[in-house]
């Protein structure tokens, strides 16, 4: 179920809110726990009932483990082993099978099923286990624990929450304000937008680009750079949309989520990239693995190591695929650069400038652009034949209409890299909406709803596109 379905839109959420505020009203807070997590587990059943089994084995397992790991190292070391075993074999399996058949081993590859968010869960809970080893967790409660994993609105790509940030607000007791709700809706509003209109209406554009490229065609430069802009926005705002909607979902119903995105593409260098683009993400990185590695505490060489390793195993924790290790390798080396680069005189002397500050923006854009590029690609062939068309002046086209990159195209980039580079971000826009007064709210909620209810209709009438980051 998408949220922008109208299963979603129209049926679940309805019911979801309905059922939750009655709950709310007339019993006790445990009771809205058990709803919130009867629907979410609903909710992820929906694409497939039998993979509800690997969700909450996954979840009884993590929490007996937790509840006896305080100061075990031991205990603490089998537990993760068994959650990356498992994400292992249904993420990379298929990967390693056809890479040794690829070959010449005798192996015959495997089609195993990717289940539903397990990338995202299984980390969520990785975290609990170290935290509970290190003895940070003192709430034990099984309802609670299951609505921290399970809660749908985060479920399926994120943001990635941490304990920390969620029990708390359990044992406080979920509470729902004017001001939450409002925050909530025109969030959520804000991301729908972003995916059903944004999103989805520059893939038309980058789908023909990637997908002629791994099918060998010739691309000529201004498609591949039109087919790589065009996916650059398409995954921001399909990502940040989600996030938005589930931030927004997470207000309405009282629980405040972490942000994951903070206009990313206004970043001065990657290092400032990384700590808006997918930021519970990069936190997680940094806590679990970049810190345990050892992080800056030793040489200068080591902390580059430790950079370069905690990205490309970021980049294999994206998909099974040589093409995320090359993404991976790529923001390894990119950070690295760019810590070397800021011992530099020259960036200490030219760091205030107007014009130094708008080269490293180009710089920076340019290189995440590049980046994407074996992100999006199917095959590392097809990534080749887009970034060598990029780099050089081909001239000649394999494609034809309507699959080459038309004007309405540059015209729907232009417009997209307007809202990416000089609007406000969602949450600065939906906080403002909270803050409105007297006429002028009422008009921004008719607004809202006119335009809301538009989206809604698109959505139940076109056909639907996933979002990206279910594929991880």
């Given at each position: ?30 009771a809205v726990f058990l ?353 060598y068309s990029m780099l ?16 309405h195209g540059w015209i ?61």
């Amino acid at each position: 179920m998408l949220f922008d379905s109208w299963q979603f839109l129209l049926v679940f959420l309805p019911a979801c809110l309905i059922v939750f505020f009655l709950l709310k009203k007339f019993t006790s807070q445990r009771a809205v726990f058990l709803q919130l997590v009867g629907f979410s587990l609903a909710f992820y059943a929906w694409w497939e009932p039998s993979l509800l089994f690997l969700l909450i084995s996954s979840i009884l397992f993590n929490f007996l483990i937790g509840k006896h790991v305080v100061g075990n190292k031991f205990l603490a070391t089998v537990a993760i082993g068994v959650n990356l075993s498992a994400l292992f074999f249904f993420k990379y399996t298929n990967f390693v099978t056809q890479t040794l058949f690829g070959f010449g081993f005798a192996v015959e590859p495997t089609n195993i099923i990717l289940p539903l968010a397990i990338s995202f869960f299984t980390f969520q809970q990785i975290a609990y286990i170290v935290d509970s080893y290190k003895g940070e967790v003192r709430e034990h409660d099984f309802l609670s624990y299951c609505l921290f994993v399970t809660f749908f609105p985060q479920l399926i790509a994120g943001p990635i929450v941490h304990h920390k940030e969620m029990m708390p607000q359990f044992l406080a007791g979920i509470r729902v304000t004017r001001s939450s709700l409002t925050f909530g809706a025109f969030l959520f509003g804000i991301g729908l937008f972003k995916k059903v209109i944004l999103a989805d209406g520059i893939a038309q554009y980058a789908n023909p680009i990637f997908d002629a490229a791994d099918s060998g065609f010739a691309i000529s430069s201004l498609e591949a750079w039109g087919g790589a802009l065009a996916y650059t926005f398409q995954l921001y705002f399909d990502f940040s949309g989600y996030a938005d909607m589930a931030i927004g979902l997470g207000a309405l119903f009282g629980i405040i989520l972490p942000i994951n995105f903070n206009s990313p593409y206004k970043s001065l260098g990657i290092i400032d990239f990384w700590r808006r683009w997918h930021i519970t993400l990069g936190n997680f990185l940094r806590d679990y693995l970049y810190i345990p590695l050892g992080g800056n505490r030793k040489s200068k060489n080591r902390k580059m190591l430790n950079l370069f390793m905690t990205m490309f195993l970021g980049g294999i924790w994206h998909g099974a695929g040589w093409n995320f290790m090359v993404w991976g390798a790529l923001h390894g080396s990119y950070l690295c650069i760019n810590h070397l680069w800021l011992t530099t005189n020259l960036h200490i002397r030219f760091k205030a400038s107007m014009v130094y500050k708008f080269s490293s923006w180009i710089l920076t854009f340019v290189c995440v652009v590049i980046a994407w590029v074996f992100f999006r690609a199917a095959s590392f062939d097809g990534a080749i034949q887009i970034l060598y068309s990029m780099l050089t002046m081909q001239k000649n086209s394999g494609l034809e209409s309507p699959e080459v990159f038309t004007l309405h195209g540059w015209i729907w980039l232009i417009m997209l890299a307007i809202i990416a580079f000089f609007f406000p971000n969602s949450r600065a826009l939906a906080t403002y909406v909270t803050k409105l007064d007297g006429s002028t709210r009422y008009v921004a909620y008719g607004a809202f709803i006119t335009l809301f209810a538009f989206i809604t209709l698109i959505s139940s009438t076109s056909e639907y596109n996933e979002f990206i980051y279910f594929n991880f």
